[in-house]
Nanobody, 113 residues
Framework: QVQLVESGGGLVQPGESLRLSCAAS????????MDWYRQAPGKEREWVAL???????LYTNSVKGRFAVSRDNAKNTVYLGMNNLTVEDTAVYYC???????WGKGTLVTVSS
């Protein structure tokens, strides 16, 4: 079964940027749509972005224009670029195979001054 591992989280100040990675192993994710989700402290997990196998993308309204999801099929990796971060973006970020219940363990993003 495919294993997903997120990385790239950390502590940043408001207005700064981060790029998260989701590396897949034990399987090829190139043909699969992939999602990013996040869960803020005390809140339910929410969907953030989707990238189709062909590269088309969708975003939740709160991140449109600030976040960009991309993929490098040669590296079997999906990315989430995040710009102009706000404190409301603080959360654990997860990647997920869209059509399967396969999740990574998440990476924590903390936005604080």
């Amino acid at each position: 079964q495919v294993q997903l591992v997120e990385s790239g989280g950390g502590l940043v100040q408001p207005g700064e940027s981060l790029r998260l990675s989701c590396a897949a192993s034990e399987g090829d994710i190139a043909v699969y749509p992939m999602d990013w989700y996040r869960q803020a402290p005390g809140k339910e997990r929410e969907w953030v972005a989707l990238i189709l196998s062909g590269g088309n993308t969708l975003y939740t309204n709160s991140v449109k224009g600030r976040f960009a999801v991309s993929r490098d099929n040669a590296k079997n990796t999906v990315y989430l670029g995040m710009n102009n971060l706000t404190v409301e973006d603080t959360a654990v970020y997860y990647c997920k195979m869209h059509s399967m219940d396969v999740w990574g363990k998440g990476t924590l993003v903390t936005v604080s001054s």
